[in-house]
T-cell receptor, first 114, second 114 residues
Framework: AQSVTQLDSQVPVFEEAPVELRCNYS??????LFWYVQYPNQGLQLLLK??????LVESINGFEAEFNKSQTSFHLRKPSVHISDTAEYFC????????????FGRGTSLIVHP | ETGVTQTPRHLVMGMTNKKSLKCEQH?????MYWYKQSAKKPLELMFV???????ENNSVPSRFSPECPNSSHLFLHLHTLQPEDSALYLC?????????????FGAGSRLTVL
């Protein structure tokens, strides 16, 4: 079975500051990794995913995440945040074989202040 | 309509009422899911349907009854709920195939049980 730990329940930052949202996972097999974002009053939507190949993956709105196998981490970063990035961010893990159902973390609330 | 549509968006019901939540996906996916999202708790997987067959039931109380008449529609029938069942109920769909399983979520149905 897989598990996900999001170390911070809430991360407040000022606009244009850099941010890192931390995610660690546990698995005995190789995994796919995902970040989903949930804006207020909306469902979750895929932000980015790591399947294989380059360990650095990027989203269209400036977020990036790096798969670190030795540290079993998949931290999400953005060099300069906007007010519109205020949302709940969920890290998820899925085994590459076996169960097709992802395991989600508890979520991190990113709050961007003007 | 595109994506995953959930109705109603908001529902208030008494403990003795019977109501249903509806989900429709317009993506041609072959798997559908119900999740429960409560404040300060991880996303809870409730039910999974794969090609209209229920493949997961995560020890959900019988007062929640799912129905999947076809691969595009999913219902959650609610009966004699408890106040602790108040939450955001999210529907999701995905196309199961080799590789990563990416879920597309609806906006959710906010349920309040009085």
């Amino acid at each position: 079975a897989q598990s996900v730990t999001q170390l911070d329940s809430q991360v407040p930052v000022f606009e244009e500051a850099p941010v890192e949202l931390r995610c660690n996972y546990s698995s005995s097999v190789s995994v796919y990794l995902f970040w989903y974002v949930q804006y207020p009053n909306q469902g979750l939507q895929l932000l980015l995913k790591y399947l294989s190949g380059s360990t650095l993956v990027e989203s269209i709105n400036g977020f990036e995440a790096e798969f670190n196998k030795s540290q079993t981490s998949f931290h999400l970063r953005k060099p300069s945040v906007h007010i519109s990035d205020t949302a709940e961010y969920f890290c998820a893990v899925m085994a590459t074989g076996g169960s097709y159902i992802p395991t989600f973390g508890r979520g991190t609330s990113l709050i961007v202040h003007p | 309509e595109t994506g995953v549509t959930q109705t109603p968006r908001h529902l208030v019901m008494g403990m003795t009422n019977k109501k249903s939540l509806k989900c429709e996906q317009h993506l041609g996916h072959n798997a559908m899911y119900w999740y429960k999202q409560s404040a300060k708790k991880p996303l809870e997987l409730m039910f999974v349907y794969n090609f209209k067959e229920q493949t997961e039931n995560n020890s959900v109380p019988s007062r929640f009854s799912p129905e999947c008449p076809n691969s595009s529609h999913l219902f959650l029938h609610l009966h004699t709920l408890q106040p602790e069942d108040s939450a955001l109920y999210l529907c999701a769909s995905s196309q199961l195939s080799a590789g990563a399983n990416v879920l597309t979520f609806g906006a959710g149905s906010r349920l309040t049980v009085l």
